[in-house]
């Protein structure tokens, strides 16, 4: 499902991929990226949100592309990126946003499917998202773009009985700074936003209260999910020679920088 742009400028058009699609971050942020005229490639599990994004995006004269996708998948994952490369040729910027959690119990409890979930979501989705957009930008001409992660305050320090999803925030930010690293003589640049009680569909329960680390449960300051959009627009938009490597987009009076 994909549409053209009505306006198009003489500059070529720019591709960003954004996954997780469909909702909360990953559509703030698809939304953002198409009022700054990128293409923008909306993957996602479930078609529905995404063919909706389409259909707004075609009556506001952007182009959009959905291609449902499940990042656990890496025939899925393969499938989508052949479809980006047939379609557009290339892929400037990946927004790596798909995500899981799993309850919050402690590890003892917790049950071997719900980790492989988060790790293979959180971990190796990531991995391969990122692995096949690094393989595009590196053949692509003019070679290079910008991976961006979806990190977490998760990726340097935990909340209380949250194991599997700290551990993969924690990897994430290393293969960050890996894609940074080998990326460089491609031209492709890696960045991580950490995100701090951003309001979605699925945070909306911390603003009743959610345990703190001393066991007390306490209701937490949210961050309108708008202002993370702005974070991924601002990081997406610089020049290849300029690179934000890690930003931490949080509520101002979240309990991560003190003691809890």
Same mark, same amino acid.
């Given at each position: 499902?994909?549409?053209?742009?009505?306006?198009?400028?003489?500059?070529?058009?720019?591709?960003?991929?954004?996954?997780?699609?469909?909702?909360?971050?990953g559509?703030?942020?698809?939304?953002?990226?198409?009022?700054?005229?990128?293409?923008?490639?909306?993957?996602?599990?479930?078609?529905?949100?995404?063919?909706?994004?389409?259909?707004?995006?075609?009556a506001?004269?952007?182009?959009?592309?959905?291609?449902?996708?499940?990042?656990r998948?890496?025939a899925?994952?393969?499938?989508?990126?052949?479809?980006?490369?047939?379609?557009?040729?290339?892929?400037?910027?990946?927004?790596?946003?798909?995500?899981?959690?799993?309850?919050?119990?402690?590890?003892?409890?917790?049950?071997?499917?719900?980790?492989?979930?988060?790790?293979?979501?959180n971990?190796?989705?990531?991995?391969?998202?990122a692995?096949?957009?690094?393989?595009?930008?590196?053949r692509?001409?003019?070679?290079? &773009?910008?991976?961006?992660n !979806? $990190?977490? @305050?998760? =990726?340097?320090?935990?909340?209380p009985? +949250?194991?599997?999803?700290? #551990?993969?925030?924690?990897?994430?930010?290393g293969?960050?700074?890996?894609?940074?690293?080998?990326?460089?003589?491609?031209?492709i640049?890696?960045?991580?936003?950490?995100?701090?009680?951003?309001?979605?569909?699925?945070?909306?329960?911390?603003?009743? &209260?959610?345990?703190?680390? !001393? $066991?007390? @449960?306490? =209701?937490?300051?949210?961050?309108?999910? +708008?202002?993370?959009?702005? #974070?991924?627009?601002?990081?997406?938009?610089?020049?290849?020679?300029?690179?934000?490597?890690n930003?931490?987009?949080?509520?101002?009076?979240?309990?991560?920088?003190?003691?809890?």
């Amino acid at each position: 499902m994909s549409l053209s742009v009505s306006n198009a400028s003489s500059s070529p058009l720019k591709i960003a991929l954004v996954t997780g699609a469909g909702s909360g971050i990953g559509r703030a942020t698809a939304q953002a990226l198409l009022q700054d005229g990128f293409c923008v490639v909306l993957a996602g599990r479930r078609l529905e949100p995404l063919a909706a994004m389409v259909e707004a995006a075609t009556a506001a004269g952007q182009q959009a592309l959905a291609v449902p996708t499940d990042v656990r998948d890496p025939a899925s994952v393969e499938a989508l990126f052949a479809q980006i490369e047939k379609t557009y040729g290339r892929l400037d910027v990946l927004f790596n946003n798909a995500g899981v959690n799993a309850p919050a119990v402690t590890m003892d409890e917790l049950p071997l499917d719900k980790w492989k979930d988060v790790i293979d979501t959180n971990v190796t989705g990531v991995f391969l998202c990122a692995r096949a957009a690094f393989g595009l930008m590196k053949r692509q001409t003019p070679q290079g &773009g910008r991976i961006i992660n !979806n $990190g977490s @305050i998760s =990726a340097h320090t935990p909340r209380p009985f +949250t194991a599997p999803y700290t #551990a993969s925030k924690h990897a994430v930010l290393g293969l960050t700074k890996s894609i940074a690293l080998d990326g460089r003589e491609f031209n492709i640049v890696g960045s991580q936003i950490d995100i701090g009680n951003a309001l979605t569909e699925l945070s909306v329960r911390m603003t009743k &209260g959610v345990r703190q680390a !001393n $066991g007390q @449960i306490a =209701a937490e300051p949210m961050l309108d999910v +708008t202002h993370v959009a702005d #974070a991924v627009r601002y990081v997406a938009g610089l020049p290849l020679s300029a690179n934000v490597l890690n930003m931490t987009v949080m509520a101002s009076n979240m309990p991560f920088v003190g003691r809890g």
